[in-house]
């Protein structure tokens, strides 16, 4: 029988949570991983029924001791292997400790280990995790080869509220300098006036729409101080596990070492801004889809967000969660790059630091 | 943009162990069924650094009550929503019955449930589990669709040693009658000569291979007596995860009602013989890339099995293991159907009863 030589992108670590039902976290990240030609090995942080925003949940957390037997189980019978490592949420700051000072090893041992460190801290300014957590994550910072923060994660990791171009700068600057962070992609941002007006021209969006329209994403790279970003348009309501996807899909599309040049591409890329604008367009197809999907659901399932309603009826929101899982499975051809979508290409935003 | 329509196989809950590295239980079952494009519902009954084949594994077993307690959350939350169900290995008797009471639960909610149950007991004459699960399983059997047993746990399970045809007919029997198991498929069992000798003319393998050369698989099902065989090469060593993958390969393939005939077609297959020879054809490839694979590693990582060398030098096993893990990321396409594969289609075996 004629077999194809076996093809492999790697091997990647992804340390985070995992739900049965649904998609986020480990469940958002690692199908994906695999369709991109990865062996993915996997540490699941907790093992819940469903994301917490179900509002009912149930399952157990793994403890630091628990976690820190598996990572050294695994490092005794030299199954440490990965050349990627990829974390996310991690249960309380005991265990987050346990899997930052374990990033800490790895990186030790294996200086080119590409770490892409999602600080899960909290979204629209809520954390969602205890704020002992935060001081954890940013000593950890200086291991992380790319980090994925949302701008209320950058804020609480830097302590700086980004209002306008010199807050933003300022935070940037922190991230690079202060915590050494190699690659910054702040990986949503919503668009109000000031961030539209500090775009350069070609970056911005059509005139017409307002400013909760559409959110922006920005890659920063330290060495050459080049950053890039793109706008796109916000889908109405709550999707839950985005996030995590495009993390994931950064980690699995930025080149490894040998194949990577520093030097900016003739089109204006950069190695990091080629992986973000390709997490970014396969994300955003992924949304594009799921919405579409929940569009075409029983009206139960497609209920408006209304705090009030759900609080009387639980079942109310559930229903709209579950409406609202992403449609990885249905869409995994666009993971796999088989599906034509839109290219949504950072664009060189060249007088960042200058402006 | 254009998307196409959401595409979907299904939902499928899978209730098995989990490893972070390497390919066994749900870490060789998932991934194929959701490149078939099922929504699988993830349940790890264990979370280990590795399978307990290399010797030295970590990590925690679910209790009991937390696999209760997340059927449990799953169920209030209106998240048990799967067509279909398949179960495999369960650390113990307390949890095994947590799950097969839940498996009963589901099978009375919704009649036209597809359960594989994979009584995961022991293999080659050895339990890997304690006696205590036996009757469990035993009890549970009459849940199942189909039931994918190896020879020894059908021995197990039947308390009848299968040495020549009558005791082979009498244990088959026994599944279907005493446990009411609709579609019954012995996975392997050894070609030995009363085997080969019992075998109609055309499923035996060409006549100058050893008995050990050869594998049998088995389907049977219960309505109109119909039973369908394979014979397939025998790959030297042992791989793990290759039982796990062929019965996510069997449910993932066994046609839903509506679409599912009793009626045998044109060419001699039912539907479960269809499924099964997909799922062996599926497998096999895996098994062959899996072992070209493994040549072509260092020579300390695949050294032949030797239980004294092991004994004295564990990570001479560990590297063994290691080299020997399925290429299931490399292989997707095997999986997926878009790279072709010989088609090793089980054929009707007519006078299996009445021989």
Known sequence: MATTAPKTSGRILSI?????????????????LQCLGYDVDVVNTVNFSNHSGYGRFGGSRATAEELSNIFSIMEQNELLVPERLL????????????????????????PDLIYLLDPVLGDSGRLYVSPEVVPIYQAALPLATIIT?????VEVLTGITITNGQSLRQAMKTLHETYQVPHVVISSIPLKSWLKDLLPTHLRPP?????????????????????????????????SGVGDLFSALVVG???????????TAA???TPLSRAVSHALSKTHAMLVLTHEAALALPEEERLATDEELDAREPMRKIRRMRGRELRLIQGQDIIRGTQPIEYRQLQPWTDFWTA
Chains 1, 2 share one sequence.
């Open 253 to 263: 599309h930025f080149p490894a070492a040998t194949s990577q040049s520093q030097e």
């Open 16 to 32: 985070q949570s995992h739900v049965s039902y649904g998609y986020v976290g480990g469940k958002a990240a690692v199908f994906p």
């Open 87 to 110: 974390t996310g949420y991690v249960p309380g700051a005991e265990a987050t400790a346990a899997v930052t000072g374990f990033a800490k090893r790895l990186r030790e041992r294996k």
């Open 207 to 239: 005139s017409d729409t307002s400013d909760s329209d559409y959110l922006a994403c920005i890659a920063s790279s330290r060495e050459g101080d080049l950053v890039h970003a793109q706008c796109f348009p916000c889908l109405p309501g709550y999707f």
């Open 149 to 153: 923060p949302n701008w209320f994660e």
């Open 267 to 269: 089109d204006g890329e």
